[in-house]
């Protein structure tokens, strides 16, 4: 039988990042956490946490977490079809089930909040840890299990994952009309992108460099300002800081008012994205899927279908 005070402990310490914030979570004493999981490490033949700051899973102890997570979830659709079994074994922390999915930037910042808010609403047990990463890595943390569920834009499933179409962000590559003047006046091409500074959201982001080479044919280097935040991202472009590529839902009103302009007409870059999730999916995970549905076709930033 497997201990389920220790597993919690051993989640509490990843999902918190160290012993002293997990013991707070649990209403424990940071050595009752330590003597728990080192009880565990005895029991499973191996070390489950790298100590640090913050503390990570090794292999085996994420496999171990994503059985804590999916055991939540199945006891609080029991709790939810059998009230009578109440809250769970009493130990502070065990009412509510926290689950774990990466997302990008840009969907957090448009659509997505809508989903988690939905989702909440419909779920008060359920807690949402939200990872944020680009569209293009968010499969990864999908396919290592630090996550159950992720919005990619990877088509494929990742291995024992189900994935499914939720519809087309398209960016626009933009700048503010005094930026545009200053080093776009002879037009946009290799020469004039490879001097004018472009807005870049951090290491792994793609867009401009995937933009640049279908406007040119061929990779351009470009100067870059890195500004990871979406809000901040537009404020840069309007302010003449720089052009990047902008979902065009977040740069609409910016475009009708004249403050920014898009540097080649109808340029647009799709980027596709799924929903992928565990296909051994409890029922709680396909309501969020649900909600995540409904998020992405309705309102001001519906993605496009």
């Not at 999915?101 to 047990?125: H, R, Y």
């Not at 005094?178 to 946009?188: D, P, Q, S």
Request: net charge neutral; proline share 5%.
């Amino acid at each position: 039988m497997l201990d389920y005070a220790a597993l919690n402990a051993l989640a509490a310490v990843v999902r918190e990042g160290s012993f002293e914030r997990a013991a707070r979570a649990l209403h424990v004493t940071p050595s009752a956490v330590s003597q728990r999981i080192r009880q565990l490490e005895e029991k499973t033949g191996g070390a489950l946490l790298v100590r640090g700051q913050p503390c990570v899973a090794t292999e085996a102890g994420q496999q171990l977490c994503r059985h804590v997570e999916r055991v939540g979830m199945l006891e609080h659709e029991l709790r939810d079809a059998l009230p009578a079994l109440g809250m769970g074994s009493g130990e502070a922390g065990d009412e509510r089930v926290t689950i774990r999915v990466a997302v990008n930037a840009d969907t957090l910042a448009t659509w997505f909040i809508a989903a988690a808010s939905a989702f909440a609403a419909q779920e008060p047990g359920a807690l949402l840890d939200l990872t944020v990463d680009d569209q293009d890595h968010t499969a990864e943390r999908l396919r290592s299990g630090a996550v159950l569920a992720a919005v990619t834009a990877l088509a494929q499933p990742v291995a024992g994952c189900n994935s499914e179409a939720l519809g087309t962000t398209h960016y626009v590559a933009a700048a503010s009309p005094g930026f545009v003047r200053e080093h776009f006046a002879k037009g946009v091409g290799a020469r004039t992108l490879a001097s004018a500074p472009s807005l870049v959201f951090d290491r792994k982001d793609r867009l401009q460099a995937r933009w640049v080479r279908r406007i040119c044919h061929r990779n351009v280097e470009t100067p870059r300002h890195w500004i990871p935040s979406p809000s901040a991202f537009v404020e840069a472009a309007c302010s003449g800081m720089g052009w990047g590529m902008h979902p065009v839902s977040m740069v609409a009103g910016a475009l009708k008012e004249g403050r920014l302009v898009e540097l080649v007409p109808d340029s647009m870059l799709p980027v596709p994205l799924y929903w992928q999730h565990a296909r051994a999916a409890p029922k709680l995970l396909e309501r969020l899927g649900a909600a995540v549905r409904a998020a992405a076709t309705s309102g001001p930033h519906a993605l496009a279908q």
